[in-house]
């Protein structure tokens, strides 16, 4: 069993920067796909950014090349910085580990940009 924690969300004006944290409660990257995953009222939950064991990483277009994942594998920590917000990228933030044993969420986060 994995239970992954965020936290970071909060409140922030439109270009402002927030960083999000997903603690694991055990040592796993190198073994599970980490990821972000957002869910805004009304819509679906959509993918949000990746790492891979092999330290790849994959975004969507719509946050390529204002959100960073990253991993700190001795806080067994995932990260992910998220700059030049937008209000459309308000929602509840997720993070999630998935692999060939199983695949675990966290609680979420919420994000919220103004206008």
């Known amino acids: 069993q994995v239970q992954l924690v965020e936290s970071g969300g909060g409140l922030v004006q439109a270009g402002g920067s927030l960083r999000l944290s997903c603690a694991a409660s055990r040592s796993i990257f190198s073994i599970y796909i980490m990821g972000w995953y957002r869910q805004a009222p009304g819509k679906q939950r959509e993918f949000v950014a990746n790492?891979?064991?092999?330290?790849?990483?994959n975004y969507p277009d719509s946050v390529k090349g204002r959100f960073t994942i990253s991993r700190d594998n001795a806080e067994n920590t995932v990260y992910l910085q998220m700059n030049s917000l937008k209000p459309e990228d308000t929602g509840v933030y997720y993070c999630n580990a998935r692999s060939f044993i199983g695949e675990y969420w966290g609680q979420g986060t919420q994000v919220t940009v103004s206008s």
């Open positions: 790492l891979t064991p092999a330290d790849r990483t």
